[in-house]
């Protein structure tokens, strides 16, 4: 599972699944899990560059990834941990005007989430290195100021009630990551910011994932225009 990033075919990524963020986006606190499709393809890996287009407000959403290690469909939550392989750290990315806009006009916001490098994302962490998933401090800073610190106990909807949910609609895959939502504190990153972020357990000084990237205007490609709203 080591190279889940070149071999899994699908990113689930779980909305709203803390109730503080939702709130600080104005959102309604969700009463079942939802979630949306990100590409593979959106994939970068730790110490990479992550691409801001021209005209995009990127925000950073700092989260705990799920690694799926083996495939299934309707899976009972009694039987959801047998179907985790490890872990991982990963930054759902954003482009916030460009969601918001579309979110106005009743449309999918697949695009806003789906950039190449909106999804930077570290090594994999073994499954035997996290005794609980759920008691996990996740933060999140830019040039060195922090921007989210919360812990994984903040869930709304825990990690086997949303592989129950989700196989409930499409089966896992092994390969496939869960990211299962954000702590509040959400915001822009722009070119040249430098962003780093921590996985720990709170009674361990030994992080058990890092990741550090430098965030770069993108060449070429896709312009959001002020009409596009």
Same mark, same amino acid.
């Given at each position: ?16 699944? /803390? ?65 985790? +392989?490890?872990? &991982?750290? +990963?930054?759902?990315?954003? &482009?916030?005007?460009? %969601? ?8 999918? =916001?697949? +695009? ?8 930077? @994302?570290? +090594? ?14 996740? =933060? ?7 921007? %989210? ?15 129950? /949910? @989700? ?54 490609? /896709? ?7």
């Amino acid at each position: 599972m080591a190279s889940f990033f070149r071999t899994g075919r699908k990113i689930i990524a779980i909305g709203r699944n /803390f109730a503080e963020h939702a709130k600080e986006l104005n959102n309604a606190v969700p009463k079942e899990p939802f979630f949306f499709l990100k590409p593979t393809t959106s994939y970068v890996a730790n110490s990479g560059k992550i691409e801001i287009p021209v005209g995009v407000t990127a925000h950073h959403e700092i989260e705990l990834g799920v690694v799926i290690g083996k495939g299934g469909r309707n899976i009972p939550e009694s039987e959801a941990d047998s179907y985790v +392989a490890g872990y &991982a750290l +990963a930054i759902d990315m954003t &482009a916030r005007n460009m %969601q918001d806009a579309v979110k106005k006009r009743g449309l999918p =916001w697949t +695009a806003s989430k789906g950039f190449d490098t909106f999804t930077p @994302v570290s +090594a994999f962490i073994p499954k035997s290195m996290v005794s609980d998933p759920h008691n996990l401090n996740i =933060w999140l800073k830019i040039n060195d100021e922090f921007k %989210q610190n919360g812990t994984t106990s903040d869930m709304i909807f825990r990690i086997p009630r949303l592989i129950q /949910f @989700v196989s409930s609609i499409m089966t896992l895959e092994e390969g496939d990551l869960i990211l299962t939502g954000t702590p509040s504190g959400v915001g822009p990153i722009t070119p040249g910011d430098v962003v780093t972020a921590e996985l720990s357990v709170p009674s361990s000084s030994e992080p058990l994932a890092s990741l550090n990237f430098t965030a770069v205007q993108r060449e070429g490609g /896709f312009t959001f225009q002020p009409e596009y709203s």
